[in-house]
């Protein structure tokens, strides 16, 4: 496999000689000195049976084969190139098209070359270059963005594929040089890091990285671990990390950005990480770089006034991180976005006193007590204390609990407060206030707080208890600040919990234990009826339920989330690929790459589609077609309103409807 491709890769000309290393300058000389308009992009599938006559270009024009073969017009008759070939031919090129047993498919992008003032355009004769890329799948990729910005029929998007177009040349062209000018001892440890340092932005896993240099993971790793000692995925962690403090330290980028910009679609995830492999989070170590734009009270009331390591401190911390590969947490995309006002925190002091000082004015310091004067009710302080329970939280903080809580907040968790017939005083929300769609009958007219629930915002709810998901929203100082606010509770003390110990958790927080126990009854009760009958009409199938972004397939763990459901709960059987990425994955949703995706088999798919591409968009990707459930139809698909991300007796009973709905008769 590996001499045919050597074999392959050289580059041809119209004379049947090499593409040499000044013809390709010139090209590139011309499009420097040029300007280039995208004419047309086109994405052509033909049958087996269906012949595609001989076309000449009308312009510039790059050709990517996806199936079938091109004939290049040279004095070889026998100079033919396969599947996963790149072309490159000028005006007038006469592209002559073979089918394989799968037809054809190519994707053909036209573009225009306009000279510039004072630079001759370089012409070339009707010729075509072309050339085995070294990572096909990652032209394939840039190439979908651009097919998708072109189509799309917004002017901002034409531009789009103005800037898709650019960086896809310069990728075919960035693997054409890298080919010529290779050297016999550029080995592959060189070639994956000079790739992580190219592409550490990108969804990459070690699958990926082994599969572009046609290698097995375990050999990759083994080489890798011997010339630098460290493992592939440590070094991209490291290179991120670096990139993420360079971020940190230069710009006013939010987290949520520079977490992007460095790799990490979930922002949560990327804190994390950042504060295992720095030793602090990414807010700490920006305000330790700027120490002048925060408080300086280094009282233990100040939230950033604690931060006291220097610069040479935190590089120096040690290299310990692990990582989940390209994690995805269960909600929408940009979640937990933090709030990047450098004075918030000294505006929550300010509000914080004063509330203490008219709960002082008024003898009483509860923060129950305190908003029970706000609502009008003529509680007094012995009254409240009698009403108050003691419980423990996950971390063993003693929390004084009311007897029956008013105003909750509880993020992450309304699907519980809910289903316990408890509306909270605020739902949390992303960017321009995404909520949980699919709660919204019940929850329309609550106000939304941002998903990381800034100090001085929980504050202006005037809350009298507080409920966090987990250890991880109270990190560092926070807990001390929210529970000076309201009694606060934390449920777990992991990343993903139990959710059916978590709804019966919440029950005892907010004194509805039978509730709980009533909506937890009621929906295995659900789950079983409708496990029976899928046993009666479809027997034992596989199943998958996949996140689609514009970028990205995420693969749903088989023990959280939508996974518990399918697998747990209504009896799916695991599709090997599922299982194999589960057996590392601790979060919900795990990046699934081409390769994998391609071997998914699974009898029937759910895609929940949170960036509006539809199913048949989706699945006309080749990748797909070789799916059991897109060859028999067995493929349903769910918009950003659906439950689908989400967990607990509602989010899972609607999933069970969806599932029936689609599977059932």
Same mark, same amino acid.
């Given at each position: ?6 074999? %392959? ?10 593409? =040499? ?18 004419? +047309? ?7 087996? =049976? ?29 100079? #033919? ?11 007038? @090129? ?22 510039? $003032? ?12 072309? !050339? ?62 000079? !790739? ?6 990108? *969804? ?8 572009? @240099?046609?290698?097995?993971? %375990?050999?990759?790793?083994?080489? &890798? ?9 440590? &070094? ?62 280094? $009282? ?23 990582? +989940? ?7 929408? =995309? ?40 706000? #609502? ?137 234990? $039978? ?121 349903? +698909?769910?918009?950003?309103? *659906? *439950? ?22």
């Amino acid at each position: 496999m590996k001499q045919e491709r050597k074999k %392959r890769t050289g580059s041809q000309t119209g004379t049947g000689k090499k593409y =040499e290393a000044d013809e390709l300058n010139k090209l590139l000389s011309a499009w420097l000195h040029s300007s280039i308009r995208v004419m +047309d992009v086109r994405h052509i599938r033909l049958e087996r =049976e269906e012949r595609l006559q001989p076309y000449r270009l009308p312009a510039q024009a790059f050709v990517f084969v996806l199936q079938g073969s091109v004939r290049l017009p040279t004095e070889d008759q026998d100079d #033919t190139r396969h599947s996963w070939y790149v072309l490159h031919g000028s005006k007038g @090129l006469e592209l002559n098209m073979t089918a394989s047993e799968r037809g054809i498919e190519y994707i053909l992008v036209l573009y225009k070359v306009a000279s510039l $003032s004072g630079h001759a355009v370089y012409n070339l004769p009707p010729v075509a270059h072309g !050339f085995v890329p070294t990572y096909p799948v990652m032209l394939y990729q840039k190439l979908q963005l651009l097919e998708q910005a072109w189509h799309d029929k917004d002017t901002l998007s034409k531009v789009q594929a103005q800037g898709r177009f650019y960086d896809f040349a310069y990728e075919c062209m960035r693997q054409l040089q890298e080919q010529k000018v290779r050297m016999p001892s550029r080995d592959m440890v060189t070639q994956a890091i000079q !790739f992580m340092q190219t592409h550490y932005a990108e *969804s990459i896993t070690l699958e990926r990285l082994a599969g572009l @240099l046609e290698c097995s993971p %375990r050999h990759l790793t083994r080489l &890798f671990k011997k010339q630098t000692d460290c493992s592939p995925i440590m &070094f991209l962690i490291q290179l991120r990390m670096d990139k993420a403090k360079e971020l940190l330290r230069k710009t006013d980028a939010t987290l949520q950005d520079i977490a992007v910009g460095v790799g990490y679609p979930d922002v949560y995830f990327f804190s994390r990480a950042f504060k295992k492999y720095i030793g602090v989070s990414p807010v700490h170590y920006r305000a330790s770089l700027h120490p002048s734009l925060f408080s300086r009270d280094k $009282s233990p009331d100040n939230p950033l006034g604690r931060s006291g390591c220097s610069i040479d401190s935190i590089s120096g911390a040690p290299h310990t991180v692990t990582e +989940d590969n390209n994690h995805y947490q269960n909600y929408d =995309e940009g979640i937990l976005r933090m709030n990047r006002n450098k004075r918030h925190s000294m505006a929550f002091i300010v509000l914080l006193s004063f509330t203490l000082l008219v709960s002082a004015c008024s003898g009483t310091s509860s923060p129950a007590a305190t908003d029970g004067a706000a #609502t009008g009710t003529n509680n007094t302080s012995a009254e409240q204390t009698s009403q108050e329970r003691v419980l423990k939280d996950a971390l063993g903080h003693e929390v004084k609990v009311p007897a029956q809580p008013q105003r909750v907040i509880a993020s992450y968790l309304e699907d519980h407060l809910v289903a316990l017939g408890v509306k909270p005083v605020a739902q949390w929300s992303v960017g321009k206030n995404s909520v949980q769609g699919y709660l919204q009958k019940e929850l329309k007219d609550v106000p939304t707080i941002a998903s990381d629930l800034p100090f001085e915002a929980v504050l202006n709810f005037k809350p009298d208890l507080i409920i966090m998901d987990s250890a991880s929203m109270v990190e560092g100082d926070k807990y001390n600040q929210y529970s000076k606010i309201a009694p606060t509770y934390v449920v777990g003390s992991n990343l993903n919990n139990d959710w059916r110990q978590e709804l019966l958790t919440i029950g005892e927080v907010l004194n509805k234990s $039978s509730e709980a126990k009533q909506a937890l009854s009621n929906y295995d009760k659900k789950a079983a009826e409708a496990k029976a009958k899928l046993s009666q009409t479809v027997g034992q199938k596989t199943a998958a339920s996949l996140w689609v972004t514009d970028k990205n397939v995420y693969v749903v763990n088989q023990n959280l989330s939508s996974g518990d459901v399918l697998y747990n709960d209504l009896g799916f059987k695991v599709p090997q690929v599922v299982q194999e990425i589960s057996k590392t994955g601790k979060v919900n949703w795990s990046n699934l790459s081409l390769e994998k995706l391609a071997q998914l088999d699974a009898d029937y798919i759910f895609i929940v589609n949170s960036k509006g591409v539809s199913k048949d968009e989706i699945i006309k990707d080749p990748v797909w077609e070789g799916i059991p459930a897109v060859k028999e139809g067995h493929i349903y +698909d769910f918009g950003k309103d *659906s *439950s689908w991300l989400y967990t607990g007796t509602i989010a899972n009973g609607q999933m069970i409807d969806d599932v029936l709905k689609s599977v059932t008769p």
